[in-house]
């Protein structure tokens, strides 16, 4: 989830919660796959009869369930059940290319829009790593551990990666009854930071995290709300609640941020409350 945060505020005092890789578990029936370029086209025009211009259309649930064409697309055996083929990131996706080229005007610019912006190293970099990422697809299946659905898609000459999401569960590290001194803060040497700069009410920083409680006394007035989607629309309705992407970022009413995964972890929606404390701890420390 991630939250925008309007100012740097004193920090909540919080034992030091970390995720690690080793935990890290596939998913059951949760697939990601990098199609390759011959792929494009098709995939592209599979995904045309669900990709809509229409203001209620949310990118966030753009996927196809029609086995019949996913089992085509790629040479997978119909024995194998699937329910969705959804692009990994919409605002990055090849399936979903005008929000695309609205979203990176940069990378566009020289093809779609007349505008010469030089080439720089960092910037092919940029466009080099972005369409790679264009390609990436999430699948939804059943009745196949990750292993077995990794090697049936690996077998398609339209897939160039195949590998299992995986879920990264959260611990508590260290075991340290002297974690109430806080020794992180001198780790990550942030009374050194707050000599330099303390942050203002002109700042904007993103907490990418499982959430964060804004009601929170020490958050509730630094949380960033988003003018796009507040106040009223055209007809009366409110519209952090109206189910329409007002600011035209992608986003259906974000005006708080997004939740990226939802409560069960396949379902993003705008409320990115909390439901763990880490988020409002990092929040708090940012």
Same mark, same amino acid.
Request: glycine content about 6%; some cysteine.
């Given at each position: ?241 109206? !189910?329409?992407?007002? /600011?035209? @970022? ?5 005006? =708080? *941020?997004?939740?990226?995964? $939802?409560?069960? !972890?396949?379902?993003? /929606?705008? @409320? ?5 404390? =880490? *988020?409002?701890?990092?929040? $708090?420390?940012?």
């Amino acid at each position: 989830m991630t939250t925008i945060i309007r100012n740097s505020i004193w920090p909540l005092f919080f034992g030091c919660i970390l995720t690690t890789a080793a935990l890290a578990q596939p998913m059951t029936g949760r697939m990601l796959i990098r199609i390759s370029p011959d792929a494009i086209t098709p995939v592209r025009e599979a995904f045309s009869g669900i990709v809509s211009d229409d203001k209620h259309f949310n990118p966030q649930s753009c996927f196809l369930k029609d086995e019949r064409v996913i089992h085509s697309l790629f040479g997978i055996p119909e024995s194998v059940k699937i329910f969705q083929l959804r692009p990994f990131i919409a605002q990055h996706n090849i399936a979903l290319e005008a929000l695309r080229e609205k979203t990176n005007p940069i990378l566009f610019a020289n093809v779609k829009f007349g505008t010469r912006i030089a080439e720089t190293e960092p910037l092919h970099f940029l466009r080099t790593s972005e369409e790679k990422l264009s390609r990436w697809f999430e699948i939804i299946y059943i009745g196949l551990s990750p292993d077995q659905m990794m090697a049936i898609l690996k077998k398609s000459s339209l897939i160039e990666v195949a590998e299992p999401r995986y879920s990264y569960p959260l611990c508590l590290k260290p075991n340290d009854p002297m974690i109430g001194d806080q020794y992180s803060l001198t780790e990550m040497d942030v009374f050194r930071a707050w000599d330099i700069q303390r942050g203002d009410s002109s700042m904007l920083v993103a907490d990418d995290d499982i959430g964060v409680d804004w009601t929170h006394e020490d958050l509730r007035s630094t949380i960033f709300i988003n003018s796009g989607e507040t106040g009223l629309d055209a007809n009366g309705l409110p519209k952090n609640a109206n !189910g329409i992407d007002d /600011d035209t @970022n992608g986003f259906v009413d974000d005006w =708080h *941020g997004w939740d990226f995964a $939802g409560n069960d !972890g396949n379902s993003p /929606d705008n @409320n990115p409350m909390a439901t763990q404390d =880490h *988020g409002t701890h990092t929040s $708090g420390i940012m």
